[in-house]
């Protein structure tokens, strides 16, 4: 007996130490978590989860260390074990996560399904409305793919080689190659070396040169992406938050990046200084210039951004100094990430991103900017630039048709390698369809001439108007790229439109026939047909409304809201299927069921009526003993709305 008591008591210290243990280590975890120190964070969480313990929390976190790191396989088995086991309750954002991984591992079509989910998870995420719009989106990118010619970057090394940029006849780009491999230096996000930036003359007779950029510009921590104004006097490059010679950490425990910029003073990079709208909470990287020099384009997450990290704008005033950061909006920014921007000399924006529809990882899009305008599509520049992988920090010579860009693909010869490419085909963004048609009265048939006709875009915005013809005709151009609604108005008439999905710019003509907004109407009259209607039908002996008739109802309950002195009797019908005297209560219950509904939304009681009638009014041939398919039999199960005064 004492040797059992001795055992179990063994057992419950161990029972109690382990559980310790566990807590105490998923704590460290989820402190260098906090920190953005994925790589120790995946290192505790595996010892915890090889001790037997797991939870929600943890594989969630574990799995996210690995999608923040690009290692898409362990992230996918992470976050399929996460959904397995809790999947109930779990955050939209892990479904969306888990299906970007997929993505780089080629499963698409399961892919596709995590983002159902996602869809379902949500309401009103701006990734789960553009993948609806576009679940035809890999064929998309397969028609945008081809158009380049990939070639090696000679200068890439074993390590990580990224965020090249034009400067004079060569490149700037960032690299870890030679920062030491000292443990102080390494960077807990990846437990990679710090960055550095290097040089190099591809085009001259100092080729294969590689060098450091300068020991001003860089430091014992990260310095990576830059551009040069076009004189190659003013540097912008992205550092992380140093003040004093020492690093600064955000309340999280997290070491910001910033932008800075320097002068080239006799040769040497000089008067490096950051820029005002900086901050120790947030991140501003990745500089990139407008076409003119004026306008600074960057990512951040600051106050005001949809996601992880948005793409600004902010005005380089003629003193130098700056205006205030503008958010590009909603068109081009989601909320995932959406990062290295890149402007071209014919006003292209690359940007890459995971919240727009890709192929897996980061993906770089184009949209075009010229005249201000951000709600032009965001097109996927398709393969070979992009990949499953992440593919990011895309420039481009329009004069030329060579750039470059990086891909952690894994026939690459580092971390991040930095591919070269020749433009073969340019892209075409500017895609116009010829929207025409006629706006004539519904009843009389005749034209209407000075009718307003507006296109809409999917945020209600209009986007050009225009009135029709001495022969009610109209003529339209919109972007064929996105989804529209064409609408036509004319007083005195219901307004009209409708909805143009993307296209390939083959001209569409859109006829509009144009209700007068009076119902000119009698005792007796269907209410149903006078306003044009969908039949309101019920499923098989049910007698709730659908919910694809609950609009059509609404219609009349707007009605009656218009014309206060409007009373009807809502009549309900049924098949014949069934005992006749079931039928009529049926119908009884189907008529009170949707007055009760009217009444729900306002409508007062004393206005309508009701009663059912069974089968004794089909519309069709359908009565007892008469064989008739279901969509024949459905014609008979309907409601009227029968105009009393």
């Known amino acids: 007996m004492i040797k059992k008591i001795v055992l179990l008591v063994i057992l419950a210290l161990f029972s ?7 807590e105490r280590l998923t704590k460290k975890g989820n402190e260098k978590y906090g920190e953005y120190s994925f790589s120790p964070a995946i290192d505790i969480y595996k010892r915890v989860l090889e001790k037997g313990y797991s939870s929600a929390d943890l594989l969630g976190k574990l799995g996210n260390s690995y999608y923040f790191n690009a290692d898409y396989i362990e992230a996918a088995e992470t976050y399929k074990k996460l959904v397995e086991e809790f999947g109930s309750n779990l955050s939209p954002e892990y479904y969306f996560r888990y299906a970007q991984a997929l993505k780089s591992l080629g499963d698409y079509k399961t892919s596709d399904t995590l983002m159902s989910k996602f869809i379902e998870s949500t309401s009103d995420d701006r990734r789960a409305s553009v993948y609806k719009n576009e679940q035809d989106y890999l064929e998309v990118i397969e028609k945008n793919s081809g158009r380049y010619k990939l070639s090696t970057f000679e200068y890439n090394s074993p390590y990580s080689d990224f965020a090249p940029s034009f400067y004079k006849e060569g490149l700037i780009f960032s690299s870890d190659r030679d920062t030491g491999n000292f ?21 001259s007779a100092s080729k294969n040169v590689v060098k450091k950029l300068g020991e001003h510009v860089n430091t014992r921590l990260h310095e990576s992406t830059t551009v040069t104004t076009k004189d190659g006097l003013t540097l912008y490059f992205t550092r992380n938050n140093v003040k004093n010679g020492k690093y600064v950490r955000d309340e999280k425990g997290m070491i910001r990046l ?65 205006g205030t950061p503008i958010n590009l909006g909603s068109n081009i920014n989601t909320e995932a990430r959406e990062t290295f921007p890149f402007v071209t000399s014919k006003e292209i924006l690359y940007l890459s991103s995971d919240g727009h529809p890709g192929l897996g990882g980061l993906d770089v899009f184009a949209t075009k900017i010229a005249f201000n305008n951000y709600n032009g599509a965001v097109v996927n520049v398709g393969r070979p630039i992009n990949s499953g992988m992440d593919d990011f920090t895309f420039v481009l010579n329009e004069d030329t048709h060579l750039g470059y860009f990086a891909s952690n693909r894994p026939e690459g010869q580092g971390e991040d390698d930095i591919y070269g490419f020749l433009e073969t085909t340019p892209l075409i963004l500017d895609c116009n369809q010829q929207i025409s048609g006629t706006v004539r009265d519904k009843i009389s048939n005749e034209v209407l001439v000075g009718a307003t006709v507006k296109i809409i875009d999917e945020n209600n915005v209009e986007l050009l108007t225009t009135v029709t ?61 006078l306003l044009q209607l969908s039949t309101i039908y019920f499923g098989f002996d049910k007698y709730n409304i659908r919910k694809d008739s609950e609009i059509e109802v609404q219609k009349v309950i707007v009605a009656m809201e218009k014309y206060p002195s409007l009373k009807i009797k809502v009549n309900s019908h049924t098949d014949s299927r069934g005992r006749d005297a079931y039928n009529l209560w049926l119908s009884q219950k189907r008529a009170e069921s949707t007055v009760n509904y009217m009444i729900s939304k306002g409508i007062s009681q004393n206005r309508l009526q009701e009663e059912g009638f069974g089968e004794t009014k089909l519309v069709n041939k359908c009565a007892n003993g008469v064989r008739c398919s279901d969509a024949e039999h459905g014609d008979n199960r309907r409601s009227e709305f029968i105009i009393l005064e």
């Not at 143009?500 to 907004?517: H, Q």
Request: with cysteine; charged share 30%.
């Open 16 to 22: 109690v130490g382990g559980s310790f243990s566990q």
């Open 183 to 203: 443990a102080r230096y390494r960077h807990t996000w990846n437990s990679k070396d710090f960055l550095d930036l290097y040089k190099v003359d591809v085009d």
């Open 469 to 529: 013809d001495s022969e009610g005709k109209y003529n339209l151009s919109l972007d064929c790229h996105k989804g529209n609604f064409v609408r036509a108005l004319m007083q005195g008439y219901v307004p009209s439109e409708e909805y143009l999905g993307r296209s390939e710019g083959k001209p569409n003509i859109v006829d509009f026939y144009l209700e007068r907004d009076r119902v000119i109407a009698g005792f007796g009259d269907d209410l149903a047909k």
């Open 258 to 322: 910033k932008i800075f910029k320097a002068e080239l003073i006799d040769g040497i990079w000089s008067n490096i200084e950051e820029l005002p709208f900086n901050s120790d909470s947030y991140s501003v990287a990745h500089p990139t210039l407008s076409k003119d020099g004026k306008t600074l384009f960057f990512a951040s997450d600051m106050t005001g951004s949809y996601g992880e990290s948005d793409i600004f704008k902010v005005k380089i005033n003629n003193d130098s100094t700056f």
